[in-house]
Antibody
């Protein structure tokens, strides 16, 4: 049974960056698709980007391209999402998920406020 | 991008009622749709994958159908614990896109 455990809540000021991590246990994340999704009351669920094992590539949503960096660390079985140039509207719950939603992390609340 | 138009946005029904929720894709996506249930403050839970396959452990009153551009989630007999928001996800093509959600309330 795959489990995803995310890092804790973060608070940032506008213009700053935040990095959220997601530790994968119970499966090899190089063999499964993994993705980052965020949720707000205003916009609902938005896919930010993800990894496709069939081509080994990370793809980013156009909306976040240039501002989000997705990485993986096989030594710690961790995938991460870094979002830069934060704005108030980036305040959201951020989730990692695998296998097209088969398993989700517990979510990380990121609050952006001056 | 493929748009997923979900309807209705909210439904109020009685225990035992049949509830149907629809997602329409802006273009054909084969059977690449999953359905999720999310309760307030909780993580989404997948109910259905590949349009009609029931996730292990999910009650059989939940079912999914559809292919191409129209997909339906059916709750055959609504139970008190089914009060939640339900949403669809298309994973045929990047970017993955979600429906806007349907809030199901028990009368």
């Amino acid at each position: 049974q795959v489990q995803l455990v995310q890092s804790g809540a973060e608070a940032r000021k506008p213009g700053a960056s935040v990095k959220v991590s997601c530790k994968v246990s119970g499966d090899s994340f190089r063999e499964i698709s993994w993705h980052w999704v965020r949720q707000t009351a205003a916009k609902g669920l938005e896919w930010m980007g993800g990894f496709d094992p069939t081509d080994g590539l990370i793809t980013y949503a156009q909306k976040f391209r240039g501002r989000v960096i997705l990485t993986e660390d096989s030594s710690t079985d961790t995938v991460s999402m870094e979002l830069t140039s934060l704005r108030n509207e980036d305040t959201a719950a951020y989730y990692c998920m695998i296998g097209m939603g088969r398993t989700w992390g517990q979510g990380t609340l990121v609050t952006v406020s001056s | 991008d493929i748009q997923m138009t979900q309807s209705p946005s909210a439904v109020s029904a009685s225990v035992g009622d049949r509830v149907t929720i629809t997602c329409r894709a802006s273009q054909g996506i084969s059977n690449s749709v999953a359905w999720f249930q999310q309760k307030p403050g909780k993580v989404p839970q997948r109910l259905i994958y590949a349009s009609s396959s029931l996730q292990s452990g999910v009650p059989s009153r939940f079912s999914g159908s559809g292919s191409g551009t129209e997909f339906v989630l059916t709750i055959s007999s609504l139970q008190p614990g089914d009060s939640a928001t339900y949403f669809c996800l298309q994973h045929n093509t990047f970017p993955l896109t979600f429906g806007g959600g349907t809030k199901v309330e028990i009368k």
